[in-house]
Nanobody, 119 residues
Framework: QVQLVESGGGLVQPGGSLRLSCAAS????????MGWYRQAPGKQRELVAR???????NYADSVKGRFTISRDNAKNTVYLQMNSLKPEDTAVYYC?????????????WGQGTQVTVSS
C-alpha cells in the first residue's frame, strides 16, 4: 500500500508565504511525476504545479513567478513553496503522484491541506 502525507497548510495574510510538503511511503518501485492541485469552493480541481522525474516543471499561469515546486527523490517528497500569496490562492491543496508498484503504474492523491489567505 502507498500513503501520501501532506503538511504545511494554514492561514496566512496576503503577501505571505507557506511551504507545503508531501511525502510518499509504502511499496514504491519508482516515482514519475509529482504535483500539486487545488480546489476552491464551487470550483473544479486544477493543476497548480507538476515536476517530472527528470526535474522538469510546469505551472499554472496564475502561480508562475510566485510558486516553486521541488522534490527530494531520496525522501520521495515533493514541496511547494508559495510566496506572495493572494486571497484567490485560498483552496484545499492536494498532492498527486504517478508511481510504479508491483510492475504497474498508479496514481495516488493526498488527503488535502487547507490554505487560507486572508487578512
Amino acid at each position: 500500500q502507498v500513503q501520501l502525507v501532506e503538511s504545511g497548510g494554514g492561514l496566512v495574510q496576503p503577501g505571505g508565504s507557506l511551504r507545503l510538503s508531501c511525502a510518499a511511503s509504502g511499496s514504491i518501485e519508482s516515482i514519475n511525476a509529482m504535483g500539486w492541485y487545488r480546489q476552491a469552493p464551487g470550483k473544479q480541481r486544477e493543476l497548480v504545479a507538476r515536476i517530472s522525474s527528470d526535474g522538469s516543471t510546469n505551472y499554472a499561469d496564475s502561480v508562475k513567478g510566485r510558486f516553486t515546486i521541488s522534490r527530494d527523490n531520496a525522501k520521495n517528497t515533493v514541496y511547494l513553496q508559495m510566496n506572495s500569496l493572494k486571497p484567490e490562492d485560498t483552496a484545499v491543496y492536494y498532492c498527486n503522484t504517478r508511481l510504479r508498484r508491483s510492475g504497474a503504474q498508479y496514481v495516488y492523491w493526498g488527503q488535502g491541506t487547507q490554505v487560507t489567505v486572508s487578512s
